[in-house]
Every structure is written in structure tokens, then in C-alpha cells.
């Protein structure tokens, strides 16, 4: 007997593993050893690609796209039409919005958040609880600490590393290489470093 949680329309290769308490919808389709856990929610036209893993309770809405070898942590969030590259961590309870986008191999620490259309290029760390917000750039291997908050629209360029419990205000940038400290605020609309290193994230 077929899994009845599983849609029929529902596409899963024969090394997949499903657990029966889990519901796919429509029109999903999951790779090569794909793993999704217990109570996990995976809504409609959701690619998951080889070698997936989601776990118990997390949710996975619609449109998204998860890479290959990406781990969607216990109660974790994927938004819809979001896309998630491939070797990326997701923690417990972590939160990535709508259309959001995490390049390859970035890590999105326990119960931080990710916020709608944020783009996080290869190789960001986000530490645990961190909030970053709507629409924001963030380049290439750039360190968030614990407990930093970012505004909207902010822009970090590649490699900076933002302290913990730092607050980044809206539309703020931030440039290549830069440094925020532990706990320091950066105001709206504030620049720290070169402008023109923030513009080539």
C-alpha cells in the first residue's frame, strides 16, 4: 500500500525516504536519497535534489527549491518560492522567507531568521537567533554573529564579519571586508567602509 499522505502526483525517486507521517503535495518532486522526517510539510512544486535532508516538523512551502546535500533542520521554515543552494545547513527552527535565496554551503544557525527576498551568497554564516531582514545583500562568506539584528535592505560586501547582538538599521552598507563589533549599532541609511566595495558583493 502507497503512502496516502503522498499526493499522487507527487514525483519521488525509489532511494527517497519518507517517513509516514510526513505530507508531500502536489507536483513535488524529491531526488536520490532525499530523507524528509516526521510531520515535515512539503507543499506543491517543491524540488528537493539529491541527497536532501528535512527534518521532523519543518515545513517547506510551496515553489521552493532545496539543493542537493542541503539539511532543513527540525521545525525549520522554508518559504514559498524560496531557494536554498546546495550543501546549505539550516538549524533547529530556523526561518528563511518568501523568495528568499542562500547560496551554497551558507549556514542559517538554530532559530535565526532569514527574512523575505534576503539574498545570502556562498559560504554566509548566520549565528543562532540572528534576524536578518527583507530584501537584504549579503555577499560572499560574510560572518553574522549570535543575536545581530539587520534591518531592511541592508548591504554587506563579501567577507565582513558583523559582531554578535550587533543592530544593522535599515538600508544600511556595509563594505568588503569591514568589520562591525560586538554590540555596535550601525544607524539607517549608515555606511561602514568603502561604498564602492559594497556595490560588488
Known sequence: MGNETIHPH???HATAQVDPTAVVEADVMIGPGVLIGRHATIGERVILRRDAKVGEYARVH?????????EIGPGARVGIKAMVGAKVLMGVR?????????????????????GDRATLRQG????????????????????VGSGAKFGIR????AESVIGPDAVIGNRALIGRRARVAK???V???????????????
Not at 94 to 114: I, K, P, Q, S
Open 10 to 12: 507527487a514525483t519521488m
Open 187 to 201: 544607524p539607517s541609511r549608515g555606511l561602514v567602509g568603502d561604498l564602492d566595495k559594497v556595490r560588488n558583493i
Open 62 to 70: 510551496a515553489g521552493a527549491s532545496v539543493g542537493q546535500g542541503a
Open 154 to 157: 541592508v548591504g554587506v560586501g
Open 183 to 185: 554590540g555596535a549599532t
Open 124 to 143: 554566509v554564516h548566520v549565528g543562532p537567533g540572528a534576524r536578518i531582514g527583507d530584501r537584504c545583500q549579503i555577499g560572499k562568506i560574510v560572518q
Open 94 to 114: 530556523a526561518n528563511l522567507g518568501n523568495r528568499a535565496m542562500l547560496g551554497d554551503g551558507v549556514h542559517v544557525e538554530d532559530r535565526a531568521t532569514v
